[in-house]
T-cell receptor
Framework: GQSLEQPSEVTAVEGAIVQINCTYQ??????LSWYQQHDGGAPTFLSYNALDGLEETGRFSSFLSRSDSYGYLLLQELQMKDSASYFCAVRGPRYQLIWGAGTKLIIKP | SAVISQKPSRDICQRGTSLTIQCQVDSQVTMMFWYRQQPGQSLTLIATANQGSEATYESGFVIDKFPISRPNLTFSTLTVSNMSPEDSSIYLC????????????FGPGTRLTVL
């Protein structure tokens, strides 16, 4: 089956850098996705990694190591608006998204 | 990117009744999905809505409880039948514009409270 692990909560200071880790177990791997969800809002897509390495999009970067079944989301120059929950997700056997439990990012001024 | 609307945005219902949630997309999409999310929790996939055929349900979800329609490539409904307080949740519709696309786009959600 598929399972994902990520920390339940991470706290950081405004302007700092934070890394949210995700480890996964899956019978077939098609890529690791990251989504952001603000309280009361819908999830929004951040990034997708199918191959090993770092993908950068502005202040956000995502990394994947397929050999370690591990990825992370890196947020730089943290802003208060980055306070949200962050979910990693992988594809299941029917190509459906399977979601991690989510990491609540708390940013302090 | 697809723009998705859901109706109703929220509702309070009595146990034993049913509620139908509508999901409308502004463009034709290949894949449509229905999720459930408890506040502060992760997303749980209920089913994939297939155009012109029966929905594909995930383990723990059955058609009698959550009947789904998808009459065309821009619209789907999810009915929560014979509701109980345990069905209180946020129900989200999402789409992939083409099968296997990296990104899923989500509707704003329907917040359901069952008394």
């Amino acid at each position: 089956g598929q399972s994902l692990e990520q920390p339940s909560e991470v706290t950081a200071v405004e302007g700092a850098i934070v890394q949210i880790n995700c480890t996964y177990q899956t019978s077939g791997f098609y890529g690791l996705s990251w989504y952001q969800q603000h309280d009361g809002g819908a999830p929004t897509f951040l990034s997708y990694n199918a191959l090993d390495g770092l993908e950068e999009t502005g202040r956000f970067s995502s990394f994947l190591s397929r050999s370690d079944s591990y990825g992370y989301l890196l947020l730089q120059e943290l802003q208060m608006k980055d306070s949200a929950s962050y979910f990693c997700a992988v594809r299941g056997p029917r190509y459906q998204l399977i979601w991690g439990a989510g990491t609540k990012l708390i940013i302090k001024p | 990117s697809a723009v998705i609307s859901q109706k109703p945005s929220r509702d309070i219902c009595q146990r034993g009744t049913s509620l139908t949630i509508q999901c409308q997309v502004d463009s034709q999409v290949t894949m449509m999905f229905w999720y459930r999310q408890q506040p502060g929790q992760s997303l749980t996939l209920i089913a994939t809505a297939n155009q012109g055929s029966e929905a594909t349900y995930e383990s723990g979800f059955v058609i009698d409880k959550f009947p789904i329609s998808r009459p065309n490539l821009t619209f789907s409904t999810l009915t929560v039948s014979n509701m109980s307080p345990e069905d209180s949740s946020i129900y989200l519709c999402s789409v992939e514009e083409r099968e296997g696309q990296d990104e899923q786009f989500f509707g704003p959600g329907t917040r359901l409270t069952v008394l």
